[in-house]
Structures are given as structure tokens and as C-alpha cells.
């Protein structure tokens, strides 16, 4: 009989996830509030900066769930966890999107 998962283990797995979510959220409802209230700005601007943050967000909000279901698995079965890519990617926009909205509402 295999010994059950470790429920410290999974709990901090679902922490994880719930981080996941959190970010997602809050990147989500950033892109509809530029999307609703930049309007002091050209309307290309708003709508690629508001949908690329809502895009971001629902990015990590499936990257967050595959790698809690992928994760999850691992440690029920006793396999090895899966490397992570979606965090870099994650990083990239979140660090290129501010600083790029910056430099063309700085601009226009």
C-alpha cells in the first residue's frame, strides 16, 4: 500500500495556486481600470495597455492552474515536479507593460 500525500505538501500547493490567483485578479482588474478610466490618453493606448493587462492576468491565471494540477499529481504519485515556465514569461510582461505604457503615455 503507498503511504498517503503529505498534507503539508498539498496545502502549500494550494497556496501557491491561490497566489496565482490573487495576481491574475489583480492584473486583470488593473487592465479594466485603464481600459474604464485612462481617458486623458489616446484611445490605442488605453486598449492595448488595458486588454494586454487582462490578457497577462488570465495568462497567470491558467498558468497558476496547470502547474497546481500538474503539481498536485506529482506529489499524489510520488513523481517529479514538472519545471515551471510560465513564470518567466509572467516576469517579462509584468516588468515590459508598465515601463512601455510609461514611455508612450509619457510621449503622446
Known amino acids: 500500500m503507498d503511504a498517503p500525500a503529505d ?6 500547493n494550494e497556496r501557491t495556486f491561490l497566489a ?6 489583480a492584473l486583470q482588474v488593473a ?3 485603464v ?21 497577462v492576468g488570465s495568462f ?16 499524489r504519485t510520488g513523481g517529479d515536479m514538472h519545471t515551471a ?4 514569461l509572467i516576469t517579462v510582461a509584468v516588468a515590459a507593460l508598465p515601463l512601455l505604457a510609461a514611455v508612450v503615455l509619457t510621449f503622446t
Open 60 to 75: 497567470v491565471g491558467v498558468t497558476g492552474y496547470r502547474r497546481f494540477h500538474d503539481n498536485e499529481h506529482a506529489i
Open 35 to 55: 481600459l474604464q478610466f485612462l481617458t486623458s490618453s489616446h484611445d490605442a493606448v488605453r486598449y492595448t495597455l488595458g486588454i494586454a493587462l487582462v490578457l
Open 85 to 88: 515556465r510560465g513564470p518567466a
Open 20 to 25: 496565482y490567483v490573487r495576481t491574475a485578479l
Open 7 to 12: 498534507y503539508r505538501y498539498l496545502l502549500a
Open 31 to 33: 487592465g479594466l481600470g
